[in-house]
Every structure is written in structure tokens, then in C-alpha cells.
């Protein structure tokens, strides 16, 4: 049973296209995180949010509480936006931090 | 100023030997994560230190992996007589309060170990 389930598993686009991927849960959550974990890198964390809707630069994220259900939008795309995007959720209880099985992007010049 | 750093970045070892992981916090960050991400599987948590609290254990797959945290800063996670299903990336996370349903996580590089 997953928590989270994202969509797509995988996503081509070419730069400059506007990309949606999304995210859906089955907890009720204190919090939802989006990372992005680039080839042989590190996790870096994009965003939390537990309600609304929050931008940095190119990148949107929207979450919907009642639907359970976020989306990470990224505006014209580039090719450096490659890598695997991770939805997490933090449950109201425990601990735990569930985590999608990722969305990885590839932005074709 | 410094993240989170991990060492070592590669282990090799063999079935049955035990390794040690250990993973430097960013100073001042009281709460500490590790997680385990397996070759195309999704990241899975596996224990939560929250300042001197007892720590949450309850993502350890078996009684072979434990982890420590020494004053409240550094930790160690130790798998005893390793099977090869425990290759896996070994990340390790900090957050400066309580954690992901308050904070943003930092993530460490990982430790990459596989058994042989």
C-alpha cells in the first residue's frame, strides 16, 4: 500500500514546455514536501506546504487538503529542471515521512 | 555555512559483516533523519532523533540495523551481518526544529553501500 503515489513515473519534455506532475495521498498531513534529487546527486528540498499554493522563480507548487492531491508545475522549462522530483508527506501522527516513487523529468534542448 | 555531510560516500562489503554509516548534522539542527533509498525503489524512512527524546525506530526493517546519536549531533547507523538486500543509498537528513511537518529538510550527499 503506497501513501503516495505520483504521476507520471516519466516525464520528456522540450525546453520551454510548461510541466505539471502530480502528486496524491492517502494520510491526513501536517505538511507535503516536494525535493529533487539530480543523477548522482543529493536531495535538495523545493518546497513545504500544507496549504495554497507557493512559487520560487520557474517553480509552483499547489496542494488541495480536501482532495488530498498536489501538483509541482515548473514554467519554460530547461534542460538543467532534469532530474527525479519527489512528493513527501509528513502524516498528522508519528513521525514517519512517506515518500512518492518520483517523477523523473528530462528536458530535451 | 556547512550542510550535511556523510561518510563514507562508498562501502563495499561482504555478506555477514557489519558496517557503520555515520552522518555529520548541520550544527545547531536538533532533529535528524535517516532514510534508505534502494536501486529503483522510492526513499524509505528508517529512524528519527529529535533532541535527547527517545528516537522513533519504527522504519528499521529488522532488529540488525540501530542507530545512536551521540549529544545530540552526530549519528551512526549500524547494520550488523549484512545481507545483500541491504544495498541501498543511505541518506541522512536534518531540520533545525521538529522535522518535516515543520521544517524543510536538509539531506545529506549519502552513503552508497553495497554488499557483495
Known amino acids: 500500500k503506497n501513501e503516495v503515489e505520483q504521476s507520471p513515473q516519466n516525464l520528456t519534455a522540450q525546453e520551454g514546455e510548461f510541466i505539471t506532475i502530480n502528486c496524491s495521498y492517502s494520510?491526513?498531513?501536517?505538511?507535503l514536501h516536494w525535493l529533487q534529487q539530480h543523477p548522482g546527486g543529493g536531495i535538495v528540498s523545493l518546497f513545504m506546504?500544507?496549504?495554497g499554493k507557493k512559487k520560487h522563480g520557474r517553480l509552483i507548487a499547489t496542494i488541495n487538503i480536501q482532495e488530498k492531491h498536489s501538483s509541482l508545475h515548473i514554467t519554460a522549462s530547461h534542460p538543467r529542471d532534469s532530474a527525479v522530483y519527489i512528493c513527501?508527506?509528513?502524516?498528522?501522527?508519528?513521525?514517519?515521512?512517506?515518500f512518492g516513487t518520483g517523477t523523473s523529468l528530462t528536458v530535451i534542448p | 555555512g556547512a550542510g550535511v555531510s556523510q561518510s563514507p560516500s562508498n562501502k563495499v562489503t561482504e555478506k555477514g559483516k557489519d558496517v557503520e554509516l555515520r552522518c555529520d548534522p548541520i550544527?545547531?539542527?536538533?532533529?535528524l533523519y535517516w532514510y534508505r533509498q534502494s536501486l529503483g525503489q522510492g526513499l524509505e524512512f528508517l529512524i528519527y532523533?529529535?533532541?535527547?527524546?527517545?528516537?522513533?525506530k519504527s522504519g528499521l526493517p529488522s532488529d540488525r540495523f540501530s542507530a545512536e546519536r551521540t549529544g545530540g549531533s552526530v549519528s551512526t547507523l549500524t547494520i550488523q551481518r549484512t545481507q545483500q538486500e541491504d544495498s541501498a543509498v543511505y541518506l541522512c537528513?536534518?531540520?533545525?526544529?521538529?522535522?518535516?511537518?515543520?521544517?524543510?529538510?536538509?539531506f545529506g550527499p549519502g552513503t552508497r553501500l553495497t554488499v557483495l
Open positions: 513527501a508527506v509528513s502524516p498528522n501522527t508519528g513521525n514517519q515521512f512517506y
Open positions: 494520510v491526513g498531513i501536517s505538511a
Open positions: 550544527s545547531g539542527h536538533t532533529a
Open positions: 532523533f529529535q533532541g535527547n527524546s527517545a528516537p522513533d
Open positions: 537528513a536534518s531540520s533545525p526544529l521538529r522535522g518535516p511537518s515543520t521544517d524543510t529538510q536538509y
Open positions: 506546504l500544507s496549504s
